[in-house]
């Protein structure tokens, strides 16, 4: 996952039947001496892209996986998969024709928080209350991980539990394909469909991205060497989905100390030039650093 034009994107490829996927491949325990190995060779493989750093993400063994590339059937063994982050500071366009970096909120566009409830939220909440009816655990957890009572709050980490309720409720489109039903009364959300369980697997990543930003330094994994502080914020807001105070946000940085001035101007703010600064690094004695808050806007 990068940034790309203050958005959030995620390298995908093309699956035979045209749905994007995200980058993967077998292990072969004769030939890959680790997971982490296979991994980094079939994403170039894939993609031309070599990934830098990388974290193992968890490990999907749900009954009914199965690859994108697997044709479905009632044969069809269970395939277990090994999910990994990975961050990058650049977006460089891959050079295999079926790769793309693809936007996240394209692929989950109820995330997307930036402007308040947008008329999309409308449409997932109308949805999820129709669904929903008059079952009390159903309209607690749409209440709950929707924010649709002032008693709740957003809480931008629990990505996969929104889209696993929405799945639930066979309001995306994959959870009419892998019952292999057509939809009907009520059509699936907007959000880019994606092969298999890749857009699950995406969710757990997004929301373990959007927790490690409050107690690890990751958002510099995402940035250039050099940034003003209205593109820090713009890169922290495109990951979290949030709208951020800009006084309040300026602030926590100053305070966490993670960043320090270069002694050089950006003039390509469009306005008065800006002063760039740079990441710190890790505690040169514990080989920490925090993490930063994220002041929403009210």
Not at 26 to 48: I, K, N, S, W, Y
Not at 186 to 197: E, F, K, R, T, Y
Not at 256 to 261: F, H, I, S, T
């Amino acid at each position: 996952m990068t940034l790309k034009d203050r958005r959030a994107v995620v390298l995908t490829t093309q699956t035979e039947d045209g749905v994007r996927a995200l980058p993967f491949g077998p292990f072969d325990p004769a030939r890959d001496r680790t997971f982490e190995r296979a991994l980094r060779d079939f994403v170039t493989d894939q993609t031309g892209f070599r990934l830098g750093f990388v974290e193992q993400l968890y490990t999907f063994g749900d009954a009914g996986r199965a690859s994108p590339r697997a044709a479905p059937g009632p044969d069809q063994m269970r395939e277990v998969s090994v999910g990994y982050l990975a961050l990058t500071s650049e977006a460089a366009a891959p050079p295999a024709h079926d790769a793309q970096w693809t936007p996240v909120f394209d692929i989950f566009p109820w995330e997307d928080r930036r402007c308040g409830r947008s008329t999309l939220q409308g449409s997932v909440i109308g949805a999820l209350l129709s669904w929903a009816g008059a079952d009390e655990r159903r309209l607690g957890r749409a209440r709950a991980l929707f924010a649709l009572t002032p008693d709740h709050r957003w809480n931008e980490e629990r990505v996969l539990e929104r889209y696993e309720l929405l799945y639930e409720a066979r309001l995306v489109a994959e959870a009419w394909r892998d019952a292999r039903q057509t939809p009907h009364d009520v059509p699936p959300l907007p959000g880019a469909v994606m092969g298999s369980d890749h857009r699950r697997i995406l969710a757990t990543g997004l929301g373990r991205l959007r927790s490690k930003l409050k107690y690890r330094p990751v958002l510099f994994d995402l940035t250039p060497e050099s940034f003003t502080l209205s593109e820090l914020q713009a890169a922290a807001e495109a990951v979290s989905g949030l709208t951020l105070h800009k006084q309040n946000f300026r602030r926590a940085v100053e305070r966490a100390g993670l960043v320090e001035p270069t002694g050089r101007m950006s003039s390509a703010t469009g306005g008065r030039p800006a002063e760039l600064f740079r990441f710190k690094g890790l505690d040169p004695e514990t080989g920490a650093a925090p993490g930063l808050s994220l002041p929403a806007q009210r």
